[in-house]
């Protein structure tokens, strides 16, 4: 099939390659001429496992071309939206300026029998105020979010867990259309679920505000852990073993952050408030609440590895990007505690193993190093913020010998205490006598 692909983004880059190496002939636009032209030479501007192989492949095939000229489309028949929808500055609300741009700019361009698809997360409604645009050009409109995990994000696009259709009622041909697009995910079983724009719209931000409550909820029987001399990670196990719980998304830490569910859930219930239900999604801002609690806890933990004030201390920071296998640092929990030290006066040395160049754009303050030794070396503390495979491999005797102090706080309770307390250190945690 032919497929275009507005906003070449975190989200339309791999689905753009994705489509791409499913066989489609598809065309990439983003406004910005300086991603585009990365794009083209298989370098995406954020790393992602297994994209630019992917990009290069597609792009030597044939199949696979970026531009900046929406015009281009004209020959595309299905045409995805994937531009961003930030939080609004100053507010909890989703920002559609990029949404309704994007349409505008495809309306000149769209031929009868076109489809267009929504994939950005977007408040419940958007799509019924848009429809009617999109259908004057006799091009009819679906919402089909994307459920993509940064680190797994072409893993989940050629092969999703499910996939929603939001169309209108009776639309048999948006459905069909959708239907040759995942022609090979659904043959190997991803489940399709039909609805209307809206149940679509909210599929996508009830299950960041589930995932959310989920990590909240085990982070609060952390602060509850703490309180008892209770070991959460144990509690995580034991309750994870029921199957109605299950244990994914009970990793009590540091919490949640990246560019999705700490934005989402806001924008959730800042719809819920203009649609008169704010009481429905109260709890959310207890889920929040919760998460950036975290924080606070990990730096009052720093302090009480140091003996009380983190000021002149040296402190090792392994880990800025939100999570592992990314460098995205959007609403990092461990860039955010590491700037909270240094406006504290500590002598902050921090180390990611990908996110150093996202940390020194948006941070540019921070003192960062290329590795955990490097930072570690004279450390009064040492605080494991982002779970990566290297640190979680760290040899603790070989690091003992590098620290001024061997002290270490394992804010992703991602570290064997017996391990590292038989090596010399004194071990915190989050949630663990
Ligand atoms: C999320 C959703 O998982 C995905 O379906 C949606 O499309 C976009 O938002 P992503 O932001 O890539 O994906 O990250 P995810 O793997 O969900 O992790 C989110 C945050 O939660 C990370 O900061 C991670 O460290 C944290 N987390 C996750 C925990 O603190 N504990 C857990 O048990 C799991």
């Given at each position: 099939m ?6 070449c ?13 499913l066989g489609?002939?598809?065309?990439g636009i ?23 192989e992917?990009?290069l ?12 000229d929406v ?14 929808t930030?939080q ?11 949404v309704?741009?994007?349409i ?5 361009h769209?031929?009868p ?18 429809v009617?645009l999109?259908?004057?050009?006799g091009?009819?409109?679906a919402?089909?979010?994307e459920?993509?995990r940064e ?11 499910r ?5 209108a ?12 697009v995942y022609?090979?995910?659904?043959a190997a ?24 409550t989920?990590?909240s909820?085990?982070n609060?029987?952390a ?5 008892t001399?209770?070991d959460?990670t ?9 199957a109605?719980?299950?244990r994914?998304?009970l990793n ?5 952050g990246?560019g999705?569910l ?6 959730f219930m800042?719809r819920?408030?203009e649609l ?6 109260s709890?959310?801002?207890e ?8 924080r ?5 933990l720093?302090?009480?590895v140091?003996?009380?004030?983190v000021?002149?201390?040296?402190i090792a920071v392994?880990?800025l990007?939100f999570?592992p296998?990314?460098d ?11 700037l909270?030290l240094?406006?504290l ?6 180390t990611?193993?990908?996110a ?5 754009r ?20 040492v ?5 990566w ?5 760290l040899?603790?005797?070989a690091?003992?010998?590098?620290a ?14 017996v391990?590292w307390?038989e ?5 915190r945690?989050l949630?663990?006598?």
């Amino acid at each position: 099939m032919k497929i275009s692909v507005i906003g070449c983004g975190y989200l339309g880059a791999v689905h753009a390659a994705c489509m791409a190496e499913l066989g489609h002939e598809v065309i990439g636009i983003d406004v910005d001429a300086a991603k585009i032209a990365l794009l083209a030479e298989g370098h995406p501007p954020f790393f992602e496992p297994g994209l630019p192989e992917l990009l290069l492949s597609a792009s030597a095939s044939g199949r696979l071309r970026f531009s900046t000229d929406v015009a281009q489309i004209a020959e595309a028949r299905v045409h995805f939206v994937a531009v961003g929808t930030p939080q609004l500055e100053g507010s909890n609300a989703a920002d559609l300026r990029f949404v309704d741009a994007a349409i505008e700019s495809l309306l000149p361009h769209l031929k009868p029998g076109d489809l267009v698809v929504g994939k950005s997360t977007v408040p419940v409604g958007t799509a019924a105020r848009l429809v009617g645009l999109v259908e004057s050009t006799g091009a009819s409109l679906a919402w089909n979010p994307e459920f993509l995990r940064e680190g797994f994000a072409v893993k989940d696009t050629l092969a999703p867990d499910r996939l929603v259709y939001g169309i209108a009622p009776g639309d048999v041909t948006a459905e069909a259309l959708l239907d040759g697009v995942y022609a090979s995910a659904l043959a190997a079983g991803s489940p399709k679920v039909v609805t209307d724009f809206a149940t679509a719209e909210l599929v996508k931000v009830s299950a960041n505000a589930f995932l959310a409550t989920k990590i909240s909820f085990i982070n609060a029987m952390a602060e509850v852990a703490e309180a008892t001399g209770a070991d959460v990670t144990q509690l995580a196990d034991a309750i994870g073993y029921d199957a109605r719980i299950g244990r994914r998304f009970l990793n009590a830490g540091l919490g949640f952050g990246g560019g999705c569910l700490p934005k989402d859930i806001r924008a959730f219930m800042a719809r819920a408030e203009e649609l008169g239900v704010d009481q429905a999604l109260s709890f959310l801002s207890e889920v929040d609440g919760i998460n950036m609690r975290r924080r606070e806890r990990m730096v009052d933990l720093a302090r009480e590895v140091v003996g009380g004030d983190v000021a002149g201390k040296r402190i090792a920071v392994l880990g800025l990007a939100f999570k592992p296998d990314s460098d995205d640092v959007r609403d990092s929990p461990a860039l955010d505690v590491a700037l909270r030290l240094t406006e504290l006066g500590a002598d902050v040395v921090a180390t990611d193993p990908q996110a150093l160049e996202t940390t020194r754009r948006r941070a540019p303050q921070l003192v960062t190093v290329a590795s955990a030794q490097e930072a570690a070396t004279g450390a009064d503390a040492v605080l494991l913020l982002t779970e990566w495979r290297e640190f979680r491999e760290l040899d603790p005797v070989a690091l003992a010998s590098l620290a001024r102090v061997p002290a270490i706080v394992d804010g992703r309770n991602c570290l064997d205490p017996v391990q590292w307390r038989e090596a010399g250190w004194t071990y915190r945690a989050l949630g663990r006598p």
